[in-house]
T-cell receptor, first 114, second 114 residues
Framework: DQQVKQNSPSLSVQEGRISILNCDYT??????FLWYKKYPAEGPTFLIS?????DKNEDGRFTVFLNKSAKHLSLHIVPSQPGDSAVYFC?????????????FGKGTLLTVNP | DTGVSQDPRHKITKRGQNVTFRCDPI?????LYWYRQTLGQGPEFLTY????????KSRLLSDRFSAERPKGSFSTLEIQRTEQGDSAMYLC????????????FGNGTRLTVT
């Protein structure tokens, strides 16, 4: 039973365009959401997060949107750069302060073509 | 900040042997986590420590697995009588205590059981 789903295994975009990575969750107890980026042979690196009291959080080229009613979040990267090519994981945790127990999706491989 | 360090990076062992992995967290982080990632999946929570206390264990952590953090600094994860199904990437992460402090992952130990 996958509680966090990333239905697109891969995504390919042109440099300079927008990348949109999607994530759906099923557990209503989740209230804190994160995106991690992973390069080959490295561990996941924290990118951006959002609490359920917000619907948008922005950090430079990265913006995360949360739609609680739809149990859906998305990560927008604009403009996309070749160095953004990596696997992106969506993760969620239940309850304030319970961020230790993250539930991850399977990841989406983003390829940004020059 | 030297990041989370894991040793070894790779371990190949024969079925039935015991293996031990080490994790050195970021020095000021009092929380330490172990996750496991298999091919095509996202990381899965195994266990976490706050200082030297092991506060939660996933049911993924069978009796053959034991984790310790004796002085609240580095941690070890031991797998006894390894099985082929134990082959995975074992990821360690650390964080500050506090609501929604992001987890910082190490580069992992890749275990192959033959």
């Amino acid at each position: 039973d996958q509680q966090v789903k990333q239905n697109s295994p891969s995504l390919s975009v042109q440099e300079g365009r927008i990348s949109i990575l999607n994530c759906d969750y099923t557990n209503s107890m989740f209230d804190y959401f994160l995106w991690y980026k992973k390069y080959p042979a490295e561990g996941p690196t924290f990118l951006i997060s959002i609490s359920s009291i917000k619907d948008k959080n922005e950090d430079g080229r990265f913006t995360v949107f949360l739609n609680k009613s739809a149990k859906h979040l998305s990560l927008h990267i604009v403009p996309s750069q070749p160095g953004d090519s990596a696997v992106y994981f969506c993760a969620a945790s239940p309850g304030v302060g319970s961020n230790y127990k993250l539930t991850f999706g399977k990841g989406t491989l983003l390829t940004v073509n020059p | 900040d030297t990041g989370v360090s894991q040793d070894p990076r790779h371990k190949i062992t024969k079925r039935g042997q015991n293996v031990t992995f080490r994790c050195d967290p970021i020095s000021e982080h009092n929380r330490l986590y172990w996750y496991r990632q298999t091919l095509g999946q996202g990381p899965e929570f195994l266990t976490y420590f706050q200082n030297e206390a092991q506060l939660e264990k996933s049911r993924l952590l069978s009796d053959r697995f034991s984790a310790e953090r004796p002085k609240g600094s580095f941690s070890t994860l031991e797998i006894q009588r390894t099985e082929q199904g134990d082959s995975a990437m074992y990821l360690c992460a650390s964080s500050l205590q506090g609501s929604n402090s992001p987890l910082h992952f190490g580069n992992g130990t890749r275990l192959t059981v033959t």
